[in-house]
C-alpha cells in the first residue's frame, strides 16, 4: 500500500513517501544507516527518505560525502554548516534549516549562531570573513551570475578559487537538498531542536 | 598556473577553472569522457569543467546516470530534457538551456518546442500532460512547498507519486547543475546551437 | 558623548542609540522597568533602547499593554506570540523574532513550533485554525487590501470580527516595532534563545 | 447589530467597523473629537472608526502625538506629512495618502508636490536634503536592514541620529497605521480630496 | 547647444531633449500645436517634447487618434483616460498619471476617482464593470500571457472582443507613451494639477 | 462568425482575432504586405494580425517604419534586431522574440548570439558597447526611472542622446507590440524558427 512511514517515536510521518523495511534494502544502505545512527545517536531522517529509491540514495550520499568530508580547502565543518543554514533558509525547508542548524551549533559551539543567521543573516554576529563566505554562497544560492567581482572579494577574505567552488558547490548541493526535502516532504526528526543547545 | 582552459576549436574558455590534461586525469574519468565523445561527437564542456574536481565528476555523472538512464517511468528521455531546459531558463543557466534544447530537439524530433519553452511554456504547442508536467517541475525548482494538489494535479494527466518523484528530482538536479554552471561560468560547445534544428 | 550601550553580561550594545542611566530617568520609567526584570528575571532590551525616548518610551508600552494584555477574546498569550513571531520574520526582525519565540514557547509549551514558524509556517505542525489566524495575520503584515473574505475565512475557524481586529493590531503594532528595532538595531537578550526549550 | 457606520454626508461607510454612538463614547474621546472637529473643520475618518476600541484609540492618538506634535527636532510639519505620504503610497493606504497629502498641501504651501510623490517620488520637485529624508523614510518602511551608511547619508544633509529617530519613528507608526487602515477599510473623508489645492 | 527647453511659464524643462523653435518645425506640427493649444488652453509638453523627432511626432499622435478617438466600441472617454491613469501609475510615468488623471477629472465629472486609482484602483469607488475593464488593462500592461479567461471575464462585464483589443491597445501604447517618458524626462504642464478638480 | 484564422501551411491559427480576406482588405495594406511577402518569401504574422484594424495597422507599421528603417544614428540594422530580442525577452512575447532572434542571425552573421541573449544577456558573447546598449534598452524596457548616469555611461561607449533616443524608443515601441502579440495570442510563422541559422 502507498502510504507515508511514521517516525516510530512520534509516529509523525517522515516524509510523503514510504520507507522500506529494514530487512528489505539493500545491504550496503543498511550499513551505512547503522554507521550513521550509531555515530548521531539517532538516524536522521533524510536517510529514512532517499532509501525509498536505493540507486539516489548511493549517489546522493556518495555525493554529499564528497564534498562535506573532503579534508583539503579553508572551510572548516562549521563554516560548511553555515552555508547549509543560510542558503536552506532562502528555500524555506524545514529538515536542512533545523537539522544543519544543530550541527552548526555543536562544530561552532556557538550555540546562538544558527538562530540569527536564520532570522538575517547580515546583521548575526559573524565576521567579515563569514559574511563574504554566506554571500558568495547566496549568491550561487539565487542562481546570479558569478563574476570576477565575486571571486576577488572572496579572495579579499583570505578564500581562494578553490574555496569558492567548496562555498559553490555546497550551496548548489543544498539546492538541490532542499527542493527534494520539499517534493518528499521531509521533516526533520525531534532530537535536532534541541541538540548542541546548551555548552 | 591558474587560469581557464579553451576550447580547442574556438579558443573561448570551457569555463573559469582549469581543466587537467588528458594525461593527468584519472583513468576512468578518460574513459567517461571517451565514450561520451565517441557517441556524441564531441565531448560536451560540462565534462570537462568537472574534470577539475576528480571526486565530484564521479560523483556528479553517477547521479547524473541514476535519474537520466533509469528506465522505469514514464517520463521519456524527451520529456526528462524538457524538463531540464524549462527549469533551466529559470536559472538563466546558457550551458544546461543550450545542451539541453539541443538534446531535446534530437530526441523529441519537434525542432522549434525548446525555443518555444525557452521564451515561454506556457505558450508553448504543449500537451496539456506536457503543461502539467512542466508546472510540477518548475513547482520544485522555485522551491515551493510542494502540497497535495501538486501530486493530484499530475495524478489527472497520469503521473502517479513515483513519476512525481523523477520529475521532481530532475529539476532538484538541475537546480544544483545551473549554480554548478554559474560559479564555473560554463559555456555551452558551439555544436549545441545547431544539432536536430533540420530533421 | 553620543555611543550607544552595552548590555552588562555580554559586552554587546544593546542598539545604536544610548540608554540613560537609571538615576536619570524618569520615576515611572524605572519602575515599570523595575517591575517586568523582577516578573522576567532580567530587563527585555527594548525597554532600555525606548527609554531614550521617554515620551514614546510610554505611547509604545502603553499600547503595547493596550493589546497584549487585553483579557477579552479568543486569543490565547501562546496565540498572540505566535503572530508576533510569524510576522516579525518576514521583516527578518532578530529581536521580535527570538524575544516572542521564546515567549512563545513558554506560553505554549510546544518548545518546536516557533522554531517551525521561523523557517516556513505552513509546513508547521499547526492546526488549521492557527494556519487561519496566521494567514490573516501575514495578510495584515504584508499591507495587502483586506477583503470580506478575509473575514470570512477566519469565521469559518470560530474568529469573529472583534477577534480579526485583535489579530490585526497586533500584526501592525509588530509591523511597527519591527522596523524601530532595525533602526535603533535592537538585538535580543541573550538570555531568550534558550528560554523554553526544555519542558 | 453588526453593521459598518456611514459617513452623514455621503452616506458611504466609514470603515468595516461599527461606530458607536457619541453618547456612548468615553467623554475623553469625545472631547478629543470635538476639539479635532472643531480645528480641522470636520471629523477625520480616523478617529470615528479607532472609537470602536476606545482603550486602542487613546493609545493610538498619544503615541501619534508624541511624535508628530514634538516640538525638538529638524522636521518641520511639512517634512512629516511628506513622509507619511511618501511610505504610505508603498502600502497602498487610500486615507494615509489623501489625508496626509492633503495636510501636506496646507502645510508646505505647494500644492503640486505631494502629487508628484505619490506617483514617483525620485523624480519630485524636491531638494537633495528632501530627497535623503525620503530615502531613510522608505528604508524603514520597507523594513530594510537599517546601516551605519544609511545614518551617514542623513548627516550629509544635516539630519543628526535624532532626526533620523524621528524620520524612522514616523515611518514605523505608518507602517502601523496604513496596515490598520487596510483591515479596517477606512476610506478618506471626501473634504480631504481638495483641501490646500488653490493658494 | 545641446540643452533642454523649459516652460515658459515656470523655468522647468519641459523634458531632456530640446525643442527646436516653432518657425524651425514643419508646418503640419505647427498646424497640430496650435489646435491643441486652442482646444485645451495649453501646449501639453508631449507635443514639446516629441516634436524633437518630427517624423515620431506624426507616427505617435497618429496612432494616439486611431485608438483614443476612434468612435466604435463601448469605451467612454472617461474609460479610456481611466485605463491610461491605471497602467501609467504602475510604471511610475508622471506626466501621463497627472495629464490623463486630469482629462478623467473632466471627462468623468468625478474629481476624486482618478486620485482614488492612482492610489489603490481595487479599493477606488469602481463599479464592477470598470474593475473588470481595469482588470484587463492591467494584465496587458504588465505583459501577463493573456488566456480565454480574461476574455470570458470581460465578457461577462459586457465587453466584447473588440472592446478588449481597444482596453488592450490602449494600455500596450501607454506602456510604450510611459517609457518615452522616462527617457526623455517628460513633465506635466503644471495647468494639469488642478484641472477639473472642482465641479 | 468569431473565429481566429490559421496559417495556411501549418493549419496553426495566426492569432485570436479573425484575419480579413485579401480582398476585404483596403488597397493600401495588400500593397504593404504583397511587397513584404515578396521580400521575405512569406508574409510575418504581425501583417496578418494587425490588418484586423486596418487604420491601426497604418499607425503601427508607419510608427515601426519612421524607427526601425531611418538612416541616421549609430545603430546597425543587427544593433536594433538585438535590443528587440533583448527586451522583448523580458516580457516573455515568442513572436517578437523568434522572429526579431531570426533577422538579427541574418544581419548579424553571428548565429548564436540571439540564442546566447535570450537565455542571458548578460553573459552573452557581446562587446562592452553592446552590453551598455542593451542595459539601457532594458532600463527603458523596466520603465526604469532614467537618470544622468545612463546617458553618460552610454557616452562612454559612443553612444550620443540621439542615439540614446534611438535605443529607448524601439524598446518602447516593442513594450507596446510585445503586450498587442500578448492579447492576440500572436503566434511565429514557422520559418523564422530556422532563418539564419546555417551560414
Excluded at 529509491?53 to 579534508?71: L, T, V
Aim: proline residues 5%; glycine residues 4%; hydrophobic residues 40%.
Amino acid at each position: 500500500a502507498y502510504s507515508s512511514t511514521k517516525e516510530e517515536s512520534t509516529g509523525r510521518p517522515v516524509g510523503r513517501y514510504p520507507v522500506p523495511n529494514k530487512k528489505d534494502m539493500p545491504y550496503d544502505i543498511v550499513e551505512l544507516m547503522e554507521e550513521v545512527e550509531m555515530k548521531t545517536g539517532f538516524l536522521p531522517n533524510v536517510f529514512k527518505a532517499m532509501s525509498h529509491r536505493p540507486a539516489e540514495f548511493r549517489a546522493f550520499f556518495a555525493y554529499y560525502n564528497a564534498i562535506m568530508n573532503k579534508d583539503t580547502g579553508r572551510l572548516s565543518k562549521a563554516d560548511k554548516e553555515l552555508i547549509i543554514v543560510a542558503t536552506s533558509v532562502v528555500n524555506r525547508c524545514p529538515y536542512c534549516v533545523v537539522a544543519h542548524g544543530a550541527l552548526h551549533r555543536i562544530y561552532s559551539k556557538q550555540p546562538a549562531l544558527a538562530d540569527q543567521v536564520i532570522v538575517n543573516w547580515k546583521l548575526a554576529d559573524l565576521s567579515d570573513r563569514d559574511l563574504a563566505m554566506l554571500e558568495f554562497a547566496l549568491a550561487v544560492c539565487r542562481a546570479d551570475n558569478i563574476t570576477e567581482e565575486h571571486f576577488q572579494k572572496l579572495e579579499r577574505h583570505g578564500f581562494d578559487r578553490e574555496d569558492a567552488w567548496d562555498i559553490g558547490m555546497i550551496s548548489a548541493f543544498f539546492a538541490m537538498s532542499n527542493r527534494i526535502a520539499h517534493y518528499v516532504d521531509l521533516r526533520p526528526n525531534k532530537e535536532f531542536y534541541t541538540m548542541g543547545r546548551t555548552p
